[in-house]
Every structure is written in C-alpha cells, then in structure tokens.
C-alpha cells in the first residue's frame, strides 16, 4: 500500500478528492490532513457579507467530498516536515508518514510589518477565524452603525469587502487604505479608474497613495504621519507563505512559496507536489482562487501518474484569467486580460459561475 497525504483541503485538493471519488486508486492510502471540516469559496464570501448567501452556500463539506472520495479526514494542520524521514508534524502533536505528498495550503496574510495588526485587526486568513471576527463584528454594527470601519488593502479581495459591507450598513462610515493611486492593482486601468468612481457614489472613502503602519485600539496610522480613525480595521494586504516548507529545506521562492516544476513537483524533493497559492509555478501567475482551481486536474493526473510510475504532464497556467468582483449590490464587474465590464448581468454571470462551482462538490 502506498501513502498518499494531502496537506491542506484548499481548491486544488478539493478537485483531487473528486477525481478520486470518480477513479479510485488502486493499491494507494489516501489522507486528507486540514484543519476545518469545510472549505469555504472565498468567491463567495463577500456575497455572504452582504447578506446574498447562507454561509452553508459557500461552503465545501471536506468530511463528505473525502468519504466520497475513500481518503481517511484528519482534522489538524501541518506544523514542519521531515523530509528524509517522509513525515508530516502536525499541530496536535501527530506524525503522518507518506510516500507522497502534496500541499495545497494557501496563504497567510502579509503583516507587511504593520505594528499592532495582528492584536488590533482582523485579518482575512484564516478564512474560517475570518468568519468568526464578521460573525462578532456584525451584531455590533448592527447596535452601533456609525462605528466606522477601516480597511487596509485595496486588492480584489479588500474591494469586495468594502462594498459587502457597505451593501449591508448604510450608515457606516467605511475607509478603504491602499497603496497605489487606484484600487485594484494588476486590474485594467478603466476598471480601476471605474472602481473608484463606485466607491465614491457609495460613500466609501478612498485613500490611496499611502501605507499603513501601525494599527491601534483608534485606527490606523498611515505613513505620511495622518490616522485613520476607526473602530474596526480589517487587514487585506495580501498573500504570504507559511515557513515551515522552507523551514524543512523544500526549494523555495525568496518569499517562501514552494517551487514546482511545470509538472506541479518540487524539484528539490520529486515525492512533493504544490499547488495554489502556497506553489511558486515556474511560469509565475497571480496567488488567486482561479489557477489554483485551474491546477486542480493536472495536479490529480499527475499525482496519479506518479503513483502508477508512469510520465507525468506539464502544465502551463493560462495566461489571462477571468476576474470577476462584486460591489454589493447584485452589481459586479469583470476584467480579462485589458478589457472590463460592469453591471447586474456580470453579478448574474459570477452567480452563476459560482454556484455551478458549488454544485460540483455537493454544496
Ligand atoms: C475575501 C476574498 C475574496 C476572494 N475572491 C476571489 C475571487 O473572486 N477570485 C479569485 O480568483 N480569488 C479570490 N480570492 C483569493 C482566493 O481566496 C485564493 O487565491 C484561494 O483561496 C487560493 O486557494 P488555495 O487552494 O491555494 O488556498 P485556500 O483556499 O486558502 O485553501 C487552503 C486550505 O488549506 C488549509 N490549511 C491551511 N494551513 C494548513 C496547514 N498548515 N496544514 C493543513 N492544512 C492547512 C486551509 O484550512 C484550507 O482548507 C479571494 C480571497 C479573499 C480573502
């Protein structure tokens, strides 16, 4: 029997789990190790911010997809990795022995050294700590709307919360803290120029061109020496790797992400695969949800494949990915490569997306 161990239940695992529920392996012991029983669709969270969804709607039972699936569910997380003895140490204290294994555990925010954030704000990742913080924060909204809220990070994800709760609390006070002249970096300039536009008829004040530095009980100190003041800060700023794979001497970025070949395999240690946002690709991409869905069929042939001692198969991300954003109000826009849209039938078409997604797993 070979050990098969799947770190983290994240987007690309989830379709491994159901590539496996539909083709077994023969002859392989399959474990999914994670720490929560479900995987929540980050395309959809803001949706449930802003009272679209049930929580259940954007939700993957990981507990259900792994007995579909007939892989053993430990609910914990990796903590370091011993990669000649072929172990993962997790946090309650267990090793799990592998043949191969394969991460696909995500990102953790970039504290992108702003004093007191982790104490003062709430940060987005862990998503499902996330998700406990806008469960408290919201009944305290509701006593107290004009508490005003600052959020610190102008990407997709930061843009989307801002408009969520925007979309929910009329009255609030809302600041959104990025450190380019426009929100949405990486997206087309009409988009951008478009997005701020939103922000102001809603009343969202933008404040571009400066950078948080410290986070306190009143709000947010920025670095051209002004505050912010708020009540509650949520901190967006981005993607950041875990340190225990570097940490166990697996080839990684300058940053810490897992390097993986074109065939999602470390070239340091060839029993390891990566893939999302935690996987440094060797054709570079953006961290988003949509290539580590995209990576989630090469990376169950090829993990099958090199069980089976067969060739495994390159992969190349695609070059243009679809972004979709909502902005609360049923209303979203949409970028590929340089061009954009916007309108309800974009918030339709993302709707549709993602519940078709959803359906997939059982959710
Ligand atoms: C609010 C918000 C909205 C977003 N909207 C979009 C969008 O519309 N489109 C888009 O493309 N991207 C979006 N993103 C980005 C997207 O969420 C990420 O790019 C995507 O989740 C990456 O998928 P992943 O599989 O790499 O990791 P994740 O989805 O983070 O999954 C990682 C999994 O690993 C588990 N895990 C974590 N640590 C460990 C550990 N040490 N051991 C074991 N298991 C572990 C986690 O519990 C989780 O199950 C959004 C992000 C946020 C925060």
Same mark, same amino acid.
Do not use: E, M, T, W
């Given at each position: 029997m070979k050990r098969l161990v799947l770190l983290g239940g994240g987007h690309a695992h989830v379709h491994v789990l159901d590539a496996l529920a539909n083709t077994p392996l023969d002859d392989v012991e399959v474990t999914l190790i994670t720490p929560y029983r479900r995987q929540i669709y980050s395309g959809m969270l803001p949706g449930w911010i802003a009272g679209h969804y049930q929580l259940d709607q954007c939700a993957i039972d990981l507990t259900r997809l792994s007995d579909r699936a007939g892989c053993r569910f430990v609910q914990t997380r990796a903590v370091g990795l011993d990669l000649n003895g072929c172990s993962v140490l997790c946090e309650d204290g267990t090793l799990a022995s592998f043949d191969w294994l394969s991460i696909d555990v995500g990102p953790v925010t970039a504290h992108q050294s702003i004093d007191g954030a982790s104490s003062h704000a709430l940060q987005v990742r862990p998503i499902e700590e996330f998700i406990g913080g806008i469960n408290h924060l919201l009944p305290l909204l509701q006593d107290n709307p004009t508490s005003p809220i600052a959020i610190v990070g102008a990407g997709a994800a930061g843009v989307e919360l801002a408009f969520a709760l925007r979309h929910r609390f009329s009255a609030t006070p809302i600041a959104l803290i990025g450190s380019d002249a426009l929100p949405l970096d990486g997206l087309p300039p009409l988009l951008r120029r478009r997005t701020l536009k939103l922000l102001r008829r809603k009343q969202i004040e933008w404040i571009g061109e400066r950078r948080a530095q410290r986070v306190t009980g009143n709000g947010v100190e920025l670095n051209d020496g002004t505050t912010v003041s708020a009540g509650h800060v949520l901190q967006v700023t981005g993607a950041a790797a875990q340190s225990w794979p570097a940490a166990a001497g697996l080839a990684t970025d300058e940053r810490g992400f897992?390097?993986?070949?074109?065939?999602?395999?470390?070239?340091?240690?060839?029993?390891?695969? *990566?893939?999302? +946002?935690?996987? *440094?690709?060797? +054709?570079?991409?953006?961290?988003s949800g949509v290539f580590a869905v995209r990576a989630g069929p090469p990376l169950a042939e090829n993990l099958r494949a090199a069980m089976a001692g067969k060739p495994l198969a390159p992969w190349t991300p695609q070059r243009r990915a679809l972004y979709l954003i909502s902005t609360g109000d049923h209303h979203a826009m949409a970028a590929w490569g340089p061009f954009g849209w916007w309108g309800n039938w974009v918030w339709r078409w993302k709707d549709r997306i993602d519940r078709h997604f959803m359906a997939r797993f059982g959710a």
């Open positions: 897992i390097q993986v070949n074109a065939c999602l395999q470390s070239p340091s240690h060839p029993h390891v695969f *990566a893939a999302g +946002d935690i996987a *440094a690709y060797h +054709d570079p991409r953006p961290k």
